[in-house]
């Protein structure tokens, strides 16, 4: 109520909405039937469906990504390991 002639709305959805407004004039005489007016809010690009889309392929791609370099340096790590063990049984093999 008050002389306020603004209205806000924070946090609203992607969607179709109808903004219904009764009102009073100077005399106070009211308006019953009101005013309205339909609009519709579009999606932050963050909201669509091929961004979301898009950001799971990313996730997925750098998660096989991650563990394909993790499998990498194990394996990186055996070799190392493997030809170390070899080259100090190669020497005590020559004591």
């Known amino acids: 109520m008050g002389t306020r002639r603004v209205a806000y709305y924070t946090n609203l959805p992607p969607r179709r909405y ?12 009211w308006n019953l039937g009101g005013a309205s007016m339909a609009f519709r809010l579009q999606p932050h690009f963050y909201q669509t469906r091929w961004f979301q889309g898009l950001a799971l392929v ?20 055996q070799r190392e390991l493997v030809r170390l063990v070899e080259e100090r049984t190669r020497d005590l093999r020559q004591k």
């Open 58 to 77: 990313a996730f997925v791609g750098t998660a096989v990504t991650a563990y394909q370099v993790q499998v990498r340096r194990a394996r990186h790590r």
């Open 18 to 29: 109808a903004f219904k407004v009764i009102a009073a004039n100077s005399d106070g005489v």
